[in-house]
């Protein structure tokens, strides 16, 4: 373990630790904000573990553990093997030869760790994007439980066939340019202004976009988000991993909009699915919990609805990289707001 300071888009991490542990794949970075304002909330919030999306690291997560920590939240994330600071295999073992099981361990193992260093309590587990995925794939395999659940423009456990769908029209030269760029995996993000095009708004500046970009891993697994083309959650299985509380929501859907590939329908739809599985638990009497009504709540752009288990929230302006978009600050307060109820 060793201590660093950085300063990224305006904030400086004095209170940002680094850890590398060992996994059984290889040694995986892990950045810890320890909480370093007023107690305020952090009694009654459990720690954060954040997990970032395809071609990120724990960095993306930056301005998020900056804002809760200041909050006395205790905020963890990781780096996945290729991403950030920890290990890097070559280029063909993980392009071709990295399945979502495989990232998904190293996932398993960051929680592992936090949740001992932390002294066993349960933990919120955030994800983004495929992070988002290997999230909802760890808790329905039931490998750990979580005091909650906060998916950010995350890939829906049914299945991501149509995000990608969207990105292929997003983009209409995407099939034309992974051929001239030998299939690489870093193909549709190969340029600022794609990056800008599909994870962020208009209002981020080019240099900060072209700094986004120089971040990015320089390559990526193809069998990640193939492995989640198709439905790999089971929903009920994965509501029962997470605590909560008797009154609280216990997954929370995060939009930003207008997000291109992770539309606000497929985002509804991912709702949808958990707040059908949470009524069928009801029903069941496996939830000792009652089956509430889906109301209306407060919120940035009175957009935001809440009930049968899952709070569905949307941040107005961002784009999919809506933690690092101009609007973040927006996105963390409904993810405390989420933590709070819990």
Known sequence: MFNFH????GFTGDSIERFIPPTAGGNIEILYAKPNGPPGHGPRISPLFFVHGGMGGAWVWQEY???????????????????????????????????KRMLANDV???????????????????????GGGLSQ???????????????????????????????WCLD???????????????SPLSHPALTRRVFFSEQPSDAYVESFQKRVSPYESFLWPLGMSYPFTNPQKLLQQITGSEAGQKVLVLWDGPDKIMTLPVMERLAAFYREAYHRLVGKKKLDVGDSEIKAIAGEGDQDTAGRGVRLCIVPGAGHHLQNDVQWEAGAQKLLEFCEQL
């Not at 592992?112 to 587990?125: C, F, K, M, S, T």
């Open 137 to 167: 794939f760890i808790l329905s395999e039931q490998e750990v439980k979580v005091k909650g659940l906060a998916l950010v423009a995350a890939v829906p456990g049914s299945g991501s066939v149509r995000v990608y769908w969207n990105w």
């Open 172 to 186: 209409p030269w995407f099939t034309l340019r992974m051929i001239l760029h030998g299939w690489h995996p870093n």
């Open 6 to 9: 950085f300063t990224y888009n």
């Open 65 to 99: 553990l900056q804002n809760l920590s200041a909050r006395g939240i205790p905020c963890y994330t990781i780096s996945m093997r290729d991403h950030g600071n920890s290990w890097h295999p070559s280029y063909l073992r993980i392009v071709y030869g990295t399945k």
């Open 108 to 130: 398993v193992a960051g929680i592992r760790w936090a949740q001992e260093r932390e002294g066993g309590n349960e933990r919120v587990l955030v994800g983004h994007c495929s």
